[in-house]
């Protein structure tokens, strides 16, 4: 089964960017759906952005809107998600996950989820 992971998390000061990566591993993804959640200790995954790798297509949380980018190159099979104006409250695991039906807010439309890449975002 393909193995989804991220990379590109790291330590960066108020007002930084960083861009995340999401590759597909031991295979393609199955769905042409990927998305990006964030999670602080103790708290829910929190949903950021989904695109269509194929089509293009992109949806954002108001969260993540204008400050985060989702993109993709189906031909490396990798979604990037580009993080701008970082701030501190951004500090959180970052994790890409296969979408393969239903609400994009809810985990449980998700199947295959990677391992996490932290970032810290000082102040």
């Known amino acids: 089964q393909v193995q989804l992971v991220e990379s590109g998390g790291g330590l960066v000061k108020t007002g930084g960017s960083l861009r995340l990566s999401c590759a597909a591993s031991?295979?393609?993804?199955?769905?042409?759906?990927l998305g990006w959640f964030r999670q602080t200790p103790g708290m829910e995954r929190d949903f950021l952005t989904v695109?269509?790798?194929?089509?293009?297509?992109?949806y954002y949380n108001a969260s993540a809107k204008g400050r985060f980018f989702v993109s993709a190159d189906e031909a490396k099979n990798t979604v990037y998600l580009q993080m701008n104006s970082l701030k501190p409250e951004d500090t959180a695991v970052y994790s890409c996950a296969q979408y393969i039906r239903g609400n994009y807010f809810s985990t449980s439309s998700y199947n295959i989820w990677g391992q996490g890449t932290q970032v810290t975002v000082s102040s």
């Open positions: 695109i269509n790798y194929v089509s293009g297509t992109t």
């Open positions: 031991g295979g393609t993804f199955t769905s042409n759906t």
